[in-house]
């Protein structure tokens, strides 16, 4: 029989597939002896059975009456009692950290009757009724659907008419009529009554928490964050405990270092006088944690310990709420915390040297996406000209550019049209994932570094800077005003910033300028790119220099054990000499792409348009004996720039009607010269390019006339390349140099195309030898981009020193895509619907496309052990792939230069999986 309800005292660390984070880490806590209010929690079982059905259990209800009782015994007070009233929050809690994104609500079992109760008990009539207020504000959004600005409007107006400038400031009475005037909204909104029975109260809140997994903004979240949907959430009902009890109470999030950039020590937020969603939605500016000492310094101290407690049990940065009743410190979470790229490289290499995690479980608390983050671009310090229009809080770094937004559908919208935005808001809420998603970067004129916008902006990698109070943000406006002290050259002046408007954040600062500023290269990029002794000398001095080098330090240690570590070879796709030496100084082991066709554009495209105007022969081979220099040239300066390392090279690939005109502009110029009457050469020429277009149109060009088959239909294309690379080579072995060029035919679907590609490059390689008196053996290889490649490897492979498999045209043709239509036709809607949960072109599907790579490796390499196999799609340096294509037993990825280092820390990380040494951070 399932249970769907389980006590705090009965769980574990360990059942979060079952508690969900918060109901494991609560459990955890419990058995550690730390202060933990009372409670229980709903399993995720009963979130996938009301997914499923759309009712709760049957037995739930019973399960919960037995808690609560329990509950009750335990407290010695009842729910909702009209004396000693026990109240409860319900707050969701899935397997993965959703912040935000889900359902909370406060003060469940609070009515008309126990307020007073509670006024008595507690001995504080403004607290009650502020408890109250907050219930029947919450309850009413949360569980009833009513518009969250309607109560905040009505806050507003209170205060102004107090003439007060915070919650806290409101008296009993105040808060009394603004109790009232909310259950009045209730009853105007719904056409009901606020809920007076504590137990409607809990029952509709436990729904409201299971109906919001399936939120628009919950599973917009989920698809970002890669987070199966039908895992479901847990809800926990916890015994409540208050924060808004008076000055010597107070709730805060605590870090056991610092998220934003891994420094030791104790971070975080302290809101004296207020409950914990007033901290997390960013509603009030808060205090520093260090501030608590001064206010209160034995809670501090008791929250200083058993923050060391949990880093050390949990081995990892820990993130942690509390609250603060009357002196008392209470522990209502803790999660290991979500960190920006900085601070998880850093954190990860001190927790190895302090011993406390191994090297192997270091570079596993890492990512290959986070690495790419810190080689963005950052501002540069010594710009001249920018206008500092205030210095607020950095939340989450990087260097964000951006025209300012107020709202998240303008940010959806603009940036869909390709405009950089920066989202400008006085605090966010979890409806504006989407824009915070679209934006480069999120502003904030409230809320500190635990607020919504720090803690999401941190997980997603977002530039962020909250607590910016010198704006007075007007969203109705859609503009900012700020008043700016004199700087060096300009006198004080005041600053309206209005919507449309470009300004610059800095989320390792918290400055924020107008208009644009300059960048540099990041410090992890002139790590990678000039050595550690280059990026250290450049730190800077401060604390910001002490941040920038332990980071590049950190950087250098894992980066370096992920080389010692890894099987996966990784090389770059590049086209060019400059390309292949940034791809060589990121750490390349060679070229795994040349794309031979990108060179043939710019001025040489005349020579190709003569290949196919050619008449005859001759022509043909005049106009192919022209490029043949050209190409030697360029192969020279790539097999020069990777001296000792492998180039594959392949054969020329899209049809040639690319390197010719446009038929629909190209009969439009015709027609207007007959038109005109015109003659002459250019008149001529256009018409003979007419009729080669005409004549080379294809329905479908990228299933037609292209790779392997142009090769194989128009006499000499391939040979042309094939000598140009071979003379390439014999050059520079002739002048002492160690080329490895290899020779790759793309889009084979049948080993005879290969076995008749490879008697032509033995004949040259032959020819060329004997010329230049050396002997020449290129590798010849196959690219596998058809299904029937995959199926029929084992065959192909007789023909084939290697394999390397282009995962952008085999998912094409495995699902029937073509990308470039596809992409912006029905995309979203399939997202939408369930039908992808990511792009196939983004991230390679396992199970079909994955599945065709599976086959060609196991039965291609029985029939030929020697062959190796590699991935030269942009594929090969997606990191969340990196593990597959280990699995199943490539020897390399190739991508772009710029994804180079992320791959080789990716390849190591593969490789401790599948060792099974380690153990990865759980800060998603």
Same mark, same amino acid.
Request: aromatic share 6%; proline share 4%; hydrophobic share 45%.
């Given at each position: ?81 009209? #004396? ?68 905040? %409007? ?63 903004? %919950? ?28 000055? =010597? ?13 891994? &420094? ?47 880093? =050390? ?98 940010? +959806? ?11 400008? &808001? ?9 824009? /915070? ?19 999401? %902006? ?19 406006? &859609? ?10 050259? &300009? ?37 990678? +790119? ?29 980066? #370096? ?36 066709? #990108? ?57 040639? #009607? ?124 196959? /690219? ?28 094409? +043709? ?99 999986? %599948? ?10």
């Amino acid at each position: 029989m399932v249970t769907y309800v389980q006590d705090f005292a009965q769980g574990s660390m360990e059942q979060k597939d079952l508690l969900g984070g918060k109901g494991a880490n609560l459990a955890e806590m419990t058995r550690l002896g730390l202060p933990v209010p009372p409670g229980f929690t709903i399993t995720t079982e009963a979130c996938r059975y009301y997914l499923r059905n759309g009712k709760v259990p049957t037995d739930l209800r019973v399960e919960v009456t037995q808690a609560v009782r329990r509950l009750e015994a335990a407290m010695d007070r009842r729910l909702g009692d009209f #004396h000693e009233p026990l109240l409860v929050s319900v707050r969701s809690g899935a397997k993965f950290s959703m912040p935000g994104m889900m359902e909370t609500v406060l003060n469940i079992g609070l009515n008309d009757a126990s307020v007073q109760g509670l006024a008595e008990l507690a001995g504080d009539e403004r607290f009650a009724w502020d408890s109250y207020r907050r219930l029947v504000q919450m309850f009413g959004k949360t569980v009833l659907g009513i518009d969250g600005d309607v109560f905040a %409007a009505e806050l507003d107006a209170a205060k102004r008419a107090a003439g007060v400038a915070s919650d806290s400031e409101l008296g009993a009475d105040a808060m009394r009529a603004l109790t009232t005037r909310f259950k009045e909204i209730v009853k105007e909104q719904t056409g009901r009554d606020f809920p007076q029975h504590p137990r409607e109260q809990l029952d509709l809140a436990i729904v409201a928490v299971l109906e919001s997994w399936n939120t628009e903004r %919950a599973m917009l979240y989920r698809r970002r964050e890669r987070i199966p949907h039908d895992i479901g959430t847990a809800v926990n009902i916890c015994t409540m405990v208050f924060g808004n009890l008076g000055e =010597n109470s107070g709730t805060g999030v605590a870090f056991t270092r610092d998220p934003a950039t891994g &420094r030791p020590g104790d971070y975080g937020d302290y809101l004296p006088n207020a409950q914990g969603e007033d901290v997390v939605a960013g509603i009030r500016n808060t205090l520093p944690l260090s501030a608590l000492e001064e206010i209160n310094a034995d809670a501090y101290a008791e929250l200083r310990s058993v923050m060391r407690r949990l880093e =050390n049990h949990y081995r990892d940065l820990c993130d942690i709420e509390f609250t603060i009743e009357q002196g008392t410190l209470w522990m209502l979470q803790t999660r290991v915390g979500k960190r920006t790229a900085p601070a998880a490289f850093r954190i990860a290499a001190e927790l190895e040297r302090e011993h406390v995690i191994t090297l192997d479980e270091a570079l596993l608390r890492v990512s290959g996406e986070q690495l790419s983050q810190l080689m963005f671009p950052q501002f540069d310090p010594r710009a001249v000209d920018t206008v500092l229009l205030t210095r607020a809080m950095s939340a989450s770094p990087g260097a964000a550019v951006g025209h300012c937004v107020f709202d998240s559908e303008t940010a +959806t919208e603009w940036a869909a049209r390709g405009e950089k935005v920066i989202l400008v &808001r006085r605090e966010t809420n979890p409806d504006d994932l989407a824009g /915070m998603i679209a934006a480069e970067g999120i502003l904030t004129a409230r809320g500190g570094k635990t607020s919504h916008a720090a803690v999401v %902006a941190r997980g997603m990698g977002r530039t962020c800077v909250v607590g910016a109070d010198a704006l007075d943000v007007d969203p109705v406006a &859609r503009e900012f005003r700020v008043r700016v002290r004199a700087q060096e050259g &300009r006198e004080a002046s005041e600053y309206v910033v209005a919507e449309g408007d470009l300004i610059a954040i800095d989320g390792g600062t918290g400055d924020v300028y107008l208009g644009d500023v300059p960048v540099i290269p990041s410090p992890v990029t002139t790590y990678l +790119t000039d050595g550690l002794d280059a990026a250290l000398a450049a730190a800077g001095e401060g604390d910001a220099g002490d941040d920038t080098r332990a980071l590049v330090h950190a950087v250098d240690l894992l980066l #370096h054990h992920a080389d010692e570590t890894r099987r996966l070879g990784v090389e770059a796709n590049a086209d060019t000499g400059d390309d292949a030496r940034r791809a060589r100084s990121l750490g390349a082991e060679g070229i795994g792409l040349t794309r031979t066709e #990108h060179m043939f554009l710019g001025e040489r495209r005349v020579l190709v348009e003569r290949v196919i105007l050619a008449g005859d022969d001759d022509a043909r081979d005049a106009a192919l004996a022209e490029l043949l220099p050209l190409q030697r040239a360029d192969f020279v300066e790539l097999l020069e720039a990777m001296d000792g390392l492998p180039v594959t090279i392949r054969l020329i690939d899209p049809p040639l #009607h690319e390197f010719l005109p446009d038929l629909t502009d190209l009969s439009v110029r015709v027609a207007l010269a007959q038109e005109r009457g015109e003659s002459g050469p250019e008149v001529d020429r256009d018409h003979e390019l007419l009729a080669a277009v005409r004549r080379m149109h294809e329905a479908n060009p990228m299933l037609g006339l292209r790779g392997v088959r142009l090769g194989l239909v128009v006499p000499g294309l391939f040979a042309l390349q094939i000598r140009a690379i071979c003379e390439a080579q014999a050059d520079l072995l002739a002048a002492g140099k160690d080329p490895r060029a290899q020779i790759m035919v793309p889009l084979v679907a049948s080993v005879m195309e290969l076995h008749l590609v490879r008697d032509v490059a033995e004949q040259i390689m032959a020819e060329v030898g004997a010329e230049r008196g050396i002997e020449l053996a290129l590798e010849v290889g196959a /690219m596998l981009e058809l299904p029937r490649a995959a199926l029929t490897a084992d065959r192909i492979a007789e023909a084939s020193d290697f394999f390397s498999f282009g995962t952008n045209d085999l998912t094409q +043709t495995t699902w029937g895509f073509s990308r470039d239509d596809v992409e912006g036709a029905f995309f979203s809607q399939y997202a939408a619907n369930g039908v992808l949960t990511v792009s196939p072109f983004e991230s390679i599907d396992t199970r079909g496309v994955g599945r065709l790579v599976r086959i060609a490796v196991e039965e291609a390499r029985a029939a030929k052990p020697s062959l190796t196999f590699g991935v030269c799609g942009e594929h090969g340096g997606d990191p969340e792939l990196i593990r597959f294509f280990d699995a199943v037993g490539l020897d390399y990825v190739s991508c772009s230069p710029f994804r180079v280092p992320v791959a080789r820390l990716e390849a190591g990380r593969a490789a401790i999986e %599948a060792a099974g040494s380690g153990k990865a951070s759980d800060s998603r």
